[in-house]
C-alpha cells in the first residue's frame, strides 16, 4: 500500500462494542483482525476475528483505543472502510462501508469490488 493508504477506521459505535467483545473474552489488549474472505454469491465477504499475535507484514490502525489489524492481501480490499456497529429490535452487527464495493449480493452477504 501507498504512502496516501487511509487503512480502516472503526466509528466509537463500534470500538465500544469490539472493545466489549475483547473484555469479555479475558483479552482486553488483544487485536481485532478484520479481513475478507471468498464467499457468497459475489465474491468476497467480511470477516472479524480475534487476533492474539500479528504476522509480519499485518498493518495495525487504532480507533478509540481499540487496535485493528488488516493482513496485506485484505488491506487491498478494505483500504478506506469505515466500520460501524448497528443494533436494532431484529439484528445487530458490524456494518462496513468500503469505497471499493461495487457491488453486494442479494442477502448482503457478499460482495464485489
Not at 24 to 31: H, L, Q, S, V
Not at 69 to 95: N, R
Amino acid at each position: 500500500m501507498d504512502a496516501e493508504s487511509q487503512g480502516i477506521v472503526m466509528t466509537e459505535r463500534a470500538a465500544l462494542q469490539a472493545r466489549k467483545m475483547l473484555e469479555k473474552r479475558g483479552t482486553p489488549e488483544a487485536w481485532i483482525r478484520i479481513a475478507t474472505t471468498t464467499r457468497g454469491c459475489s465474491g468476497f465477504a467480511y470477516k472479524l476475528e480475534y487476533a492474539d499475535q500479528l504476522d509480519e507484514e499485518d498493518r495495525v490502525f487504532e480507533s478509540f483505543g481499540v487496535k485493528v489489524v488488516l493482513d496485506t492481501k485484505s488491506a487491498v480490499i478494505l483500504d478506506g472502510t469505515l466500520v460501524d456497529f448497528e443494533s436494532t429490535p431484529f439484528k445487530s452487527g458490524f456494518k462496513f462501508t468500503n469505497p471499493k464495493e461495487k457491488e453486494r449480493c442479494g442477502c448482503g452477504e457478499s460482495f464485489k469490488v
